[in-house]
């Protein structure tokens, strides 16, 4: 199985905002839940945020009103919209199904949010 390719990480100051991308060759998104995760070196896994089939999203209370989740399915890719970005944000996020593990895992992105 192709991996997944996240993309659209950086270094952002507090209150800026980010777009990450997340898309696998030869896979379609559309039919399936899928999610965005991050993880720091202290902290497990955290779901963030999750778009399932007709279009139904949910969010960690932590990110809720400030990141939104969205898909294109022409493009075979979800997006995380993240706005009004804290130094807590800061993490390596990936995407994947819900529950996770269905795809194999990719690289991930960088957030980094710092003065």
């Known amino acids: 199985q192709v991996p997944l390719v996240e993309s659209g990480g950086g270094l952002v100051q507090p209150g800026g905002s980010l777009r990450l991308s997340c898309a696998a060759s030869?896979?379609?998104?559309?039919?399936?839940?899928m999610a965005w995760y991050r993880q720091t070196p202290e902290k497990e896994r955290e779901l963030v945020a999750t778009?399932?089939?007709?279009?139904?999203?949910t969010y960690a209370d932590s990110v809720k009103g400030r990141f939104t989740i969205s898909r294109d399915s022409a493009k075979n890719t979800v997006y995380l919209q993240m706005n009004s970005l804290k130094p807590e944000d800061t993490a390596v996020y990936s995407c994947?199904?819900?529950?996770?593990?269905?795809?194999?895992w990719g690289q991930g992105t960088q957030v980094t949010v710092s003065s």
């Open positions: 994947n199904t819900y529950p996770p593990g269905l795809l194999p």
């Open positions: 030869g896979r379609t998104f559309s039919s399936i839940a």
């Open positions: 778009i399932f089939r007709g279009g139904i999203t």
